[in-house]
């Protein structure tokens, strides 16, 4: 069954297992979902994920992370969405926690977090916040 939303439907699979206390979930690939699933390793939100490689299709493994029992995502929030777009200029990216999460930003250079983005000074589409 095909999915109108792909990267809400990322951003829920993960929120449910890290909810469950489970240690992995499987999320179906793309070019995009792994940019994303990338940039939460990078910055420590899961420990490792895995490319699966199929006949069907490609199966993003992706291990959770917990310390002391506690799951080091505490909230995903989707922005931007189908129906309703959301862009932000370089003067005006989002701070999640004033500091403490991350926004993550599609731009013309691909996925970043809004700090990579202030840095380079370029704005773009709000995807999620991750705290």
């Not at 493994?61 to 917990?66: G, I, M, N, S």
């Not at 506690?70 to 005006?92: F, H, M, N, Q, V």
Request: aromatic share 4%.
């Amino acid at each position: 069954m095909p999915v109108t939303d792909p990267i809400a439907d990322l951003l829920t699979r993960i929120r449910n297992a890290s909810k469950a206390k489970k240690i992995r979930v499987e999320i179906p690939s793309s070019k995009m979902k792994l940019s994303l699933v990338e940039i939460f390793k990078q910055q420590n939100f899961i420990q490792d994920y895995i490319l699966v490689e199929d006949n069907k299709q490609n199966v993003i493994d992706v291990r959770l992370k917990y310390t002391n029992g506690e799951a080091a995502i505490s909230g995903l929030k989707k922005i931007s969405k189908p129906g309703l777009r959301i862009y932000e200029g370089a003067d005006t990216l989002p701070r999640v926690l004033n500091g403490l999460g991350i926004a993550v930003i599609s731009t013309s250079k691909g996925l970043m977090t809004e700090k990579q983005a202030r840095k380079e000074s370029i704005g773009g589409e709000v995807i999620c916040h991750i705290w």
